[in-house]
């Protein structure tokens, strides 16, 4: 096993390999999955070389990765954003038929949303993408019961107390109105920067409208309208450079910002088609 002055953290020689986030890959380390020649390892401190241990999770050995692969799926509802089930529902990894790499989902989706995840063996990008310094911008679209008045949207906006911690300041905006015999509905949007558990759901409940459906329609400068719920293709070079541009300068402040419209004229004549299951 390397030495403190030799490979890497440990957690982070799994998530590099793709086989779950850095922090995911501390819990399978603590319930003792991980072995590293031999021994169980569940200390989050230990180091190792990929070239040299045998690593292995669940008993199956652990590669090095030759080649990244960044994907964007539109996840339809009723699937978990997981690589597995103990209770065997369907995952987003049933969604990417004809993908060999070991990819994981970049963050959290919940089981009842559906829009646009990240998967990726690239375990320094998911990474920075889920660390809330860098303040990545995630955009929903929120079918809400009621329509929030403008209390409401600036209560969202300024922050709510979710289990005694005010969420970060965010941008709210109602969308469209819908009055029915069934009751009043509205469309919101909603821009955060956090990836608090079911954060959006529990921010509308707090202001007493609760969710009805909620779709994820940007994560940073990536967006894709057009991409159908169940499909996914490969990011192009261009929106793997933008998503890197946006760790290490944050998100910019307008919704129309010109670096984002560039980024969509550049993809529109890189990019070939979507591909995937």
Known sequence: MGTKAEGLRLQKVLAAAGIASRRASETLMREGRVTVNGTVVSRLGTRADPEVDDIRVDGRRVGIVRRRRYLLLNKPRGVMTTRDDPQHRRTVMDHLSGVHESVYPVGRLDY????LLLLTNDGDLAAHL???RHGIERVYEARVRGVP??????????????DRRRTAPA????????RGQRGDQAVLQLVITEGRKRQVR??????GHPVVRLRRVRIGPIEDPGLKPGRYRDLTSVEVAALRRAVVRGEPGSEESPRRDGVRRLVRKERSGPGGA
Not at 112 to 115: F, K, M, P
């Open 130 to 132: 889920t660390h809330p």
């Open 149 to 162: 008045d403008a209390r409401a949207l600036k209560r969202l906006a300024s922050g709510v107390l979710l």
């Open 171 to 178: 941008r709210a905006r109602l969308l469209r109105a819908r």
């Open 202 to 207: 529990h921010m509308c409940e707090a202001v």
């Open 112 to 115: 009842d949303s559906e829009g």
